[in-house]
């Protein structure tokens, strides 16, 4: 399956659309705020900018991206009145909104005229275009950026690792992740991938910040070395569970399931600090490990549907296209109530980390 062509997250404002599913990436936006915000306000003073470039690397199709971005350029605009040492607002405001080609960028510039009203009082100098591509690899100029934020991205892979087949079959059958069931060399070939995928996200974005420019990367992982945590690794066995429970109904055939795996990896701590420091292109400012607060449900809807229904939005696409659209409701529908079940005997304790880097 080509990702690059396929995986996108569901555009539109409709009731299962990401636009009305992001909440918890919201949640998790929300509680780091105050260091995006801190990143950014460093970043003015170290390079003082006349033009400042500013990119959002998966940005998607919600509302999420917007938020962010008006909070930036507020966040610029207040310290260049208040502060000295850097005392004028900058010329312009580059911004960049990337994703994948498949992304509903519509969906982001329909919204555009009301981000444009609530900055009526702030600059007017902002220039926003969309970047399509994928972030392994050159997207902009070079030091043309001073500031990059990406949020929950990162996990995602280029491609599904191919050091998982043998014979052109998958060695992690009955599994869309690395379990406890897997084969050792399952685990390997995700870490390989991945660190294929950050050794090339981490060049490519050197190049094209300005020295002292910084970025903030929210992404999934996990607490320790071992792979099949009780975290985000556990969700996708929950959804290997509600598949193979569609096959035992006669809805999913075993052989679509076996040759399904997902394009993700949550590293560890270790794996992070390790990568950045053999690429050598920048510094980590600071990694912090969170969890996003599980009390935000509303609508009288349980967690497990919460869940559910944002990995819907999320994974819809690819496993529409693989197993079909007819699945895709009463596959969600059994996700949802095994969630809810699996919270019930345990906490799942899915992992967030919030990374900033500097470019040396």
Request: aromatic residues 10%.
């Amino acid at each position: 399956m080509d990702v690059e062509k396929v995986f996108h997250m569901t555009g539109g404002v409709g009731e299962t659309s990401y636009s009305r599913n992001s909440s918890l990436q919201k949640k998790a936006s929300d509680m780091v705020k105050h260091v995006i915000l801190e990143t950014v306000e460093e970043v003015c003073l170290t390079t003082m900018p006349k033009s400042i470039g500013i990119a959002d690397l998966g940005c998607s199709s919600g509302p999420n991206t917007l938020s962010n971005i008006k909070e930036i350029i507020e966040t610029v605009h207040r310290i260049s009145g208040t502060n000295k040492i850097f005392p004028q607002t900058p010329a312009e405001f580059r911004v960049f909104l990337n994703d994948l080609p498949s992304n509903d960028f519509n969906a982001i510039f329909q919204a555009l005229p009301e981000f444009h009203h609530q900055l009526k009082s702030g600059p007017s100098n902002i220039d926003i275009a969309a970047y399509p591509g994928s972030f392994y690899g050159r997207l902009f100029p070079d030091n043309c950026l001073h500031f990059i934020y990406s949020s929950y991205s990162l996990h995602w892979l280029s491609r599904i690792p191919q050091g998982i087949y043998d014979d052109g079959k998958s060695m992690n059958k009955g599994n869309i992740y690395i379990s406890e069931k897997s084969p050792p060399l399952v685990s390997k070939a995700y870490f390989e991938q991945f660190q294929e995928d950050f050794s090339l996200f981490l060049c490519s974005r050197s190049e094209e910040l300005v020295s002292g420019g910084k970025m903030v990367l929210i992404l999934l992982g996990r607490e320790g070395l071992h792979h099949a945590d009780r975290g985000n690794a556990f969700f996708w066995n929950i959804l290997s569970m509600s598949l193979t429970n569609l096959i035992n109904k006669g809805q999913v055939d075993k052989e679509k399931l076996d040759s399904y795996e997902v394009h993700f990896y949550a590293p560890c701590k270790e794996e992070i600090v390790d990568m950045v420091n053999r690429e050598g292109y920048f510094e980590v400012d600071r990694l912090e490990m969170f969890e996003v607060e599980k009390n935000i449900v509303g609508n009288g809807m349980s967690y497990g549907t919460m869940v559910a229904m944002t990995v819907r939005a999320i994974q819809e696409s690819m496993i529409a296209h693989h197993f079909g659209e007819s699945i895709i409701d009463s596959l969600f529908k059994e996700y949802g109530r095994l969630v809810d079940e699996e919270m019930a005997k345990e906490e799942i304790r899915p992992i967030t980390f919030l990374l900033v880097l500097r470019k040396l």
